[in-house]
């Protein structure tokens, strides 16, 4: 029997939404929902760089700006960024890039905004997977898509996709994944508390099938709205 708080399988991810051009005005967007975490992802660019002497006559620059809202989680949050979004912007920002052809693209910027706007755990990976999504709606060069997940350490056991309630249980820890499933790279790894030596492979395992999983529900979206005759 599962001991996990809402009754899924271990191996079990929540329940998943993804939509493409969920932005009217920007150049690609992109919803991803997975259970009460929701994420939606606007990009803009390439465009020129704002300051001018930021600009890299190499390769476009990348920048990404995560936000959680407010009224995201049971208790108003400070609006604005802190640290926490300081430092997942960064983490983000790193999932991405090595997706990405900059160099198709030097002298510009490439502006990333991912609004968290329900947090029930795992917004980071969420916010990466819209954002990949967004990146392609935009019409970037991309040599992959990335496609993200937290995987977990849970009584004992190797869990996918945490949410809150399973995040607070004491020794639990956290383990969110980003993968690029054609070249089969992982581009972001971070582990939050402590994992048995011999638990890491089983990790990896189900972190990146799930990953491929998630990858799944990015093509379909993407494919939902630019064949929208296929889509049925
Ligand atoms: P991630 O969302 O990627 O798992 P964290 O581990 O930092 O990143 O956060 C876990 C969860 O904790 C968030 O998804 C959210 O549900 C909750 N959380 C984070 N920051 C706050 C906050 N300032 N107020 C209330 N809940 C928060």
Same mark, same amino acid.
């Given at each position: 029997?599962s001991?996990?708080?809402?009754?899924?399988?271990?191996?079990?991810?929540?329940?998943?939404?993804?939509?493409?051009?969920?932005?009217e005005?920007?150049?690609?967007?992109?919803?991803?929902?997975?259970?009460?975490?929701?994420?939606?992802?606007?990009?803009?660019?390439?465009?020129?760089?704002?300051?001018r002497?930021?600009?890299?006559?190499?390769?476009?620059?990348l920048?990404?700006?995560y936000?959680m809202?407010?009224?995201?989680? #049971?208790?108003?949050?400070r609006?604005?960024?802190d640290?926490?979004? !300081? %430092?997942?912007?960064?983490? /983000?920002?790193? $999932?991405? &890039? #090595?997706?990405?052809?900059l160099?198709?693209?030097?002298k510009?910027? !490439? %502006?990333?905004?991912?609004? /968290?706007?329900? $947090?029930? &755990?795992?917004?980071?990976?969420?916010?990466?997977?819209a954002?990949a999504?967004a990146l392609?709606?935009?019409g970037i060069?991309?040599?992959?898509?990335?496609?993200?997940?937290a995987?977990?350490?849970v009584?004992?056991e190797?869990?996918?996709?945490?949410?809150?309630?399973?995040?607070?249980?004491?020794?639990?820890?956290?383990?969110?994944?980003?993968?690029?499933?054609?070249?089969?790279?992982?581009?972001?790894?971070?582990l939050?508390?402590?994992?048995?030596?011999?638990?890491?492979k089983?990790?990896?395992?189900?972190?990146?099938?799930?990953c491929e999983?998630?990858?799944?529900?990015?093509?379909?979206?993407?494919?939902?709205?630019?064949?929208?005759?296929?889509?049925?």
């Open positions: 029997m001991k996990r708080p809402d009754g899924r399988k271990v191996d079990e991810m929540r329940d998943i939404e993804a939509k493409v051009g969920v932005i005005e920007a150049d690609g967007s992109a919803m991803f929902r997975i259970g009460n975490t929701i994420a939606v992802a606007g990009v803009y660019g390439p465009k020129k760089v704002v300051p002497h930021l600009e890299d006559p190499e390769k476009a620059i920048k990404c700006y936000d809202y407010s009224f995201s989680v #049971p208790e108003r949050k609006p604005g960024p640290r926490r979004s !300081i %430092e997942l912007s960064m983490v /983000i920002k790193n $999932a991405l &890039a #090595p997706a990405i052809f160099k198709e693209y030097p510009t910027q !490439i %502006e990333v905004f991912v609004s /968290i706007i329900q $947090a029930d &755990a795992g917004t980071r990976c969420a916010a990466i997977s954002a999504m392609a709606d935009a060069a991309m040599k992959d898509m990335v496609a993200a997940v995987a977990g350490h009584n004992g190797v869990v996918i996709d945490l949410n809150k309630e399973e995040e607070d249980i004491e020794g639990t820890s956290d383990i969110p994944m980003a993968y690029m499933p054609r070249t089969k790279k992982i581009t972001l790894l971070q939050d508390g402590k994992l048995p030596n011999d638990k890491l089983a990790v990896m395992e189900l972190g990146t099938k799930s999983a998630v990858y799944e529900v990015e093509k379909k979206a993407l494919k939902e709205k630019y064949t929208p005759a296929e889509s049925e």
